[in-house]
């Protein structure tokens, strides 16, 4: 959810999206009662009768905030609320709120009577990470919380609890600049966080018990940790964005500086160690071990799916010249080993992100353990010659590479090497659509077998035919469904071991973004009541919604949305501070009978502006900065932190 090598994302995207959680009843409940933050909860008990269960629910939604009321720009604002149906025919309305965990940077609880760092960063050895920039050589903190999961454990033990022990996974992505001002995007090893949370029995509400930072030196540290998925089997599933290309790393000032953050060395970081899918296990005492899977595609993973089967991934690729990526694991539970593909897009259609049939192409099979062992011994030179020019030489293929054209031939057995080490390249080789366009995060439908893909931005590659995709649409962006099949056969004719293989691919037509030809009178540059450059979806089975946080460089205050596959009914719930994105967004529907959406931002602040030559300020947030800057960085510790947190005031079991 961030920017790749060729696309600067301070230019694109920067936004801000918070933390729903939706203390909601679980199905056959007897009543549902407001949480702690939403009201009397014994008004809504004795409103409900005992023998009535919860039908059916919907959301009323909010307008933008506007400049007149400046506070709710800078800040997260809830005017939302949920309508419960029940079976008797009653109806009930409950109000929605913020409430966060922290706001990185604040010292927490770390369970064994001390305080920690939120959002902190360590190094290998896991020592805090100083700000040399700083007067008071101050520890790096993040400003961009991201992927999040929340689970629990049968047998919890972590002291101080005194309702139920439940878990979140936090990671953070990158925190955006030092002390001084400079840039710090991907120059810093990505911290993630077991948070024990002690969820009261009778509200449903959270707080924080206990923060754990996870040592993740065992897998030589986390890059640029972006979207992330709960497992099936109750496990965290990380992401690695934008690896670094292992064929320019001698010249990558970034990576050189996130090696000698890590390792007190700039050469010392293999780049063939980054770009992978990391999967975290909660331990019952709330700390975690972690693990990296060499075997799902070296690219840049975003909010990885895991069908039903717990064996079928399907994978987001946010970058330019990217593809649509599917993983079939050999066992259930078990990403390990398994057959990586890549699919083919055969277009039908070309307006508003136009519509396709898919195919898909096999990379190749392997285990974890035989591409770690690869990514250890190996240099890119040893994998693949690449060239930026025209070599002139019919041994080598263009192909398209991150927005720009690479001439490519592939060293004498080294087909399984690339397949998992350099996929973009191998995939774009092997005639897989590499056409796509910062595709972020992917959910499913498991009742109608749809899976559904956020296209953050329409643009370059998707326009333009490099890599087989051309299509039209806005630069805002669309979600698209996917229909699930089984017996599909991959393109040598062999069968793909998996009931949940998408067949097809076309816009839904509710989420289809809007751009403006002109800015509105707020500076809006796609129409605020409209989904602009959808990022983290969520699907929730029990509520029949995808929840839609947006991460983008076309609204002034990004904003998170409900969307009911049945009624088409499309619902802003929340809007974020002006200048941040919306990230962490994780939609459960039961945990102790009340279900929860949570959801993060980043980077509140960040502005889109220039000047011209009068000095007059320009872009997206021109007209607005003057005013939230100052109440941004009163909010944010001067724009240094970002929230972790849920939304309240839902229905909870009685």
């Not at 691919?505 to 796609?526: H, I, Q, R, S, Y």
Request: charged share 15%; aromatic share 8%; net charge negative.
């Amino acid at each position: 959810m961030h920017e790749s090598p060729d696309l600067s994302r301070r230019r694109l995207l920067q936004f801000l999206s918070s933390a729903p959680l939706l203390p909601l009843a679980g199905a056959g409940s007897a009543s549902l009662l407001l949480s702690a933050c939403g009201g009397s909860s014994a008004s809504a008990a004795a409103a409900v009768p005992p023998t009535a269960t919860l039908s059916a629910v919907t959301f009323s939604g909010m307008p933008a905030p506007v400049l007149a009321d400046a506070a709710k720009m800078a800040t997260t604002t809830v005017g939302s609320a949920l309508q419960a149906s029940y079976s008797d025919g009653s109806k009930r309305s409950y109000t929605l709120q913020y409430q966060t965990f922290f706001i990185t940077g604040a010292m927490v609880p770390n369970g064994s009577g001390g305080t920690i760092l939120a959002g902190g960063y360590y190094d290998i050895h896991n020592q805090p990470i100083v700000d040399k920039t700083d007067a008071g050589q101050r520890q790096f903190f993040s400003d961009c919380p991201d992927g999040t999961s929340l689970l629990k454990l049968d047998a919890p033990t972590v002291p101080g609890v005194k309702g139920n022990t439940v878990f979140a996974v936090v990671q953070f992505e990158y925190t955006t600049r030092n002390v001084a001002g400079t840039s710090m995007y991907g120059m810093l090893p990505s911290p993630i966080a077991v948070l024990t949370l002690d969820q009261d029995k009778t509200t449903g509400a959270l707080s924080l018990v206990k923060y754990h930072n996870v040592d993740t030196s065992a897998v030589n540290g986390l890059w640029i940790t972006c979207g992330a998925s709960r497992s099936p089997w109750n496990t965290h599933l990380s992401s690695e964005e934008y690896e670094p290309d292992a064929t320019t790393i001698a010249s990558n000032s970034q990576f050189a500086a996130f090696s000698t953050n890590l390792f007190g060395d700039a050469t010392k970081a293999n780049p063939y160690h980054y770009g992978h899918l990391p999967e975290v296990t909660v331990n019952p005492d709330g700390t975690a071990s972690i693990k990296k899977h060499y075997c799902m595609g070296r690219l840049s993973h975003e909010l990885v799916q895991v069908m039903p089967d717990e064996r079928t991934a399907l994978m987001g690729d946010d970058a330019t010249n990217g593809g649509l990526f599917m993983f079939v694991a050999d066992r259930a539970r078990d990403l390990s080993s398994g057959t990586l593909y890549v699919a083919k897009w055969a277009q039908k259609t070309s307006d508003n992100g136009g519509s396709a049939d898919l195919t898909w192409i096999k990379l190749g099979s392997a285990t974890s353990a035989e591409i770690k062992a690869l990514a250890d011994t190996l240099k890119a030179a040893d994998i693949v010659s690449v060239k930026t020019a025209d070599p002139a030489d019919a041994s080598y293929t263009q192909i398209p590479f991150s927005g720009k054209k690479n001439w490519v031939k592939l060293m004498p057995g080294m087909e399984k090497a690339a397949a998992f080490l350099e996929t973009h390249r191998y995939a774009a080789l092997k005639g897989g659509s590499m056409g796509f366009t910062k595709m972020e995060g992917t959910t499913v439908n498991a009742k109608d077998k749809i899976a559904y893909s956020a296209m953050s931005y329409i643009n370059g590659a998707m326009k333009d035919g490099s890599g087989g995709v051309k299509v039209a649409g806005p630069s805002a962006g669309i979600v698209y469904g996917l229909n699930l099949k089984g017996g599909q056969q991959d393109t040598s004719g062999a069968a793909i071991n998996s009931d949940w293989v998408p067949v097809d691919m076309a816009a839904v037509p509710a989420l289809v973004g809007e751009d403006l030809a002109t800015p509105d009178a707020l500076g809006n540059l796609a129409n605020p009541d409209k989904v602009a450059n959808p990022d983290n979806i969520k699907f929730s089975e029990k509520l029949r919604t995808l929840f839609i946080g947006e991460d983008s460089g076309l609204h002034v205050n990004n904003f998170l949305w409900a969307y009911n596959v049945d009624t088409k009914a499309l619902t802003r719930l929340l809007s974020t501070p002006a200048g941040a994105e919306s990230t962490g967004l994780h939609a459960v529907d039961d945990i102790n009978g009340f279900a929860y959406i949570m959801s993060n931002f980043q980077h509140p602040g960040d502005w889109e502006v220039g000047k011209d030559a009068a000095g007059n300020l320009t872009g997206l947030h021109a007209k607005v900065m003057p005013t939230l800057d100052p109440l941004i960085r009163a909010n944010y510790r001067d724009r240094f932190g970002a929230a972790v947190g849920y939304l309240t005031g839902l229905p909870v079991l009685s």
